[in-house]
């Protein structure tokens, strides 16, 4: 054998120890880890969901008004809004908020503003709907109703969903302890567990708008009020090792 050849096998001996090296731990991991997979373990999921009676109503009010230029409409806009705040400031258990405000030009055929629209509204918002209803009536004179919206306050929320938690774990549970009897273990024990919420958002019940509304509807009436339900849904998922 040459010289020559001596080295390049040495050379070549040299890139390839290392890499058996390094392949080697992988190797002897992968085959350890398919050795000592555990075995018996159960994947489960469970679900508890209630209707929640909606304990919050939200009222818009709106006021519109087209004027020559937009400083005029902003100052009457400004002036209907800030009169209705300070009527609602006055009622126990209604809070008042400004909502949107917007104005926009009108233009004629050639493209030409001929005139400013402006829109803004008023928010209330309470757990007494008789008192909603009233002070929506007595604003109805100077603001009208946009729409209503039934939702779920958060003590509410909290309240379902603690207690469909303990609903839906004692089933995960029990679906543990059915599977472990059933592939013929005597017990579990728990792996991994995750806990979500989940809730339907609020549907708004649309009201008519100022223009369609006739002379005798403008009158101060309280609005007919009677809020829905909205689902509460809790989610348990996870895994147990069955022993």
Not at 37 to 53: K, M, R, T
Not at 54 to 68: C, H, K
Not at 128 to 154: I, R, T
Not at 162 to 179: H, M, N, V, W, Y
Request: no cysteine; glycine share 6%; hydrophobic share 45%.
């Amino acid at each position: 054998m040459t010289r020559k050849t001596v080295m390049t096998l040495a050379a070549a001996f040299a890139v390839a120890a290392p890499l058996a090296l390094s392949l080697a731990p992988r190797v002897a991991f992968a085959q350890s880890d398919a050795r000592y997979q555990p075995s018996g373990v159960l994947s489960l999921a469970a679900q508890a969901s209630a209707e929640i009676p909606q304990d919050v109503v939200t009222i818009t009010l709106f006021y519109e008004q087209e004027a020559s230029d937009p400083s005029s409409l902003t100052s009457t806009l400004n002036q209907r809004a800030d009169a209705a705040l300070q009527r609602a400031k006055g009622v126990s258990g209604v809070t008042a908020r400004s909502g949107q405000f917007s104005i926009f030009p009108s233009t004629d055929r050639d493209g030409r503003i001929s005139a400013w629209r402006g829109r803004t509204e008023v928010v209330l918002e309470s757990r007494d709907f008789a008192a909603a209803s009233k002070l929506a009536g007595d604003l109805s004179s100077a603001m009208q109703v946009g729409n209503v919206q039934f939702s779920l306050s958060p003590e509410a929320q909290r309240a379902a969903e603690q207690k469909l938690t303990g609903e839906a774990i004692a089933s995960f549970r029990d679906q543990a302890a059915a599977g472990a009897r059933a592939f013929g273990y005597s017990g579990y024990s728990i792996r991994e567990v995750n806990i979500g919420h989940s809730g339907a958002a609020p549907r708004p019940m649309m009201m008519m708008s100022a223009r369609a509304m006739s002379a005798d509807a403008k009158m101060a009436q309280p609005l007919s009020l009677e809020g829905g339900t909205s689902t509460v849904m809790v989610n348990v998922s996870g895994s147990v090792q069955m022993k």
